[in-house]
């Protein structure tokens, strides 16, 4: 006999959102989160993006979440009265030869079912966003901003309507199975049984994986982490659109972003980190680097305007030494252990996706 029916590890928005939904669908469910409230990990320092879908292998999870997820994430915003805003987006070629790249991108979105992104030209660009400096452009009018907080708060509103709980201070120290029964480890000595456990807290979701014994080790990827700076804007830019420019390896390139305040911000860059390396500080000789790629879409940046501002850790996962660019969902079917979703590589456009990642995984178990 289980104690809980359904125990969610880790209270960041994706884990609130799978909380959110098997509690709707009749499950006893209780979060654990070991800080103080909620939101305090990966879901506290990214930039707010709705994503549109554009960047995603066609068939891939990500695609798809991401697709379905934006959806169901504006609708929730409007009946819930959560800030958001249609910002829309522009993805921008510096030169003739990212034009090519810009027509990769149309071709993957259109078969992710993005429809309504469209190429334009440099002076239509120009037109729309004054300052800016390109040669053609992919307008993307689905991609906006939300108040993540908000969104978090009201999730946790919904565990608690349909009397799920979220406990907070409750660091998990592992996982076990005994007598078939899976039971979680607390840091205050006690233990848990459960039905079922979702393993969901970001960085630490494959050490978690790896304290269960039972568990086929073959099944848990080698975690990797890519720390991403960003820097504010000290000065006023005449631009109202997020301005990203060609992908680049390892990431989106250092883009424009603009929260609900008005506050625009670049970033993220791409610094791997060791395992034990957690450090959220921005070192402020990066910028450098920051200037002279904002510059080839935006030449007018001004010397000295860029500040310090906040860095987020993306968790990566390793497979055969290659890095997997997916979301991974490992359940029994993997890794043998009835009853336990392993999360792993929630990155963005986490997120965006959140709410189809929780009915993928309320699917799954139910």
């Known amino acids: 006999m289980s104690d809980i029916e359904t125990i969610v590890i880790g209270a960041g928005v994706v884990g609130l959102a799978t909380a959110a939904t098997l509690a709707a669908s009749g499950q006893e469910v209780v979060v654990l989160e070991r800080e103080k409230t909620i939101g305090q990990g990966i879901s506290s320092r990214n930039s707010e993006v709705i994503h549109a879908g554009i960047y995603y292998s066609p068939g891939s999870l990500k695609a798809q979440l991401c697709v379905r997820g934006k959806t169901l994430l504006y609708r929730y915003c409007s009946e819930r009265n ?187 860059d791409v610094e791997w980190l060791s395992h034990d390396d957690f450090n959220y500080s921005v070192d402020p000789s990066r910028a450098e680097s920051f200037y002279t790629a904002i510059r080839r879409y935006w030449p007018d940046l001004p010397d000295h305007s860029l500040v310090p501002d906040y860095a987020g850790i993306r968790p990566k996962i390793v497979r055969d030494d290659t890095t997997n660019i997916d979301f991974e969902f490992s359940t029994d079917q993997h890794h043998g252990v009835e009853g336990l979703v392993n999360m792993y590589g929630i990155e963005s456009p986490g997120l965006t996706s959140s709410l189809a990642i929780a009915e993928l995984v309320r699917d799954t178990l139910l």
């Open 82 to 268: 959560i800030p958001f805003k249609r910002t829309g987006k522009l993805i921008v070629a510096t030169c003739d030869e990212e034009i090519q790249s810009l027509n990769a991108l149309k071709l993957t979105a259109t078969n992710n079912g993005v429809h309504d992104i469209s190429m334009i030209s440099g002076a239509d660009a120009t037109a729309m966003q004054p300052g800016l400096k390109c040669v053609a452009a992919l307008n993307s009018p689905s991609t906006g901003i939300i108040d993540s907080h908000a969104l978090m708060i009201s999730l946790q509103a919904d565990i608690e309507q349909h009397n799920g709980m979220v406990v907070c201070n409750s660091e998990v120290q592992g996982i076990d199975v005994k007598s078939n029964t899976l039971q979680i480890g607390l840091d205050d000595g006690s233990i848990v049984t459960a039905k079922r456990i979702i393993n969901c807290c970001g960085l630490a979701a494959v050490p978690l994986a790896q304290t269960l014994k039972h568990i086929n080790s073959a099944t848990i990827p080698t975690a990797k982490f890519a720390k991403g700076n960003y820097f504010k804007l000290a000065v006023k830019a005449p631009f109202t659109k997020l301005i990203y420019p060609a992908p680049v390896v390892g990431g989106l390139g250092i883009h424009l972003t603009i929260d609900l305040a008005g506050q625009k911000r670049f970033g993220p």
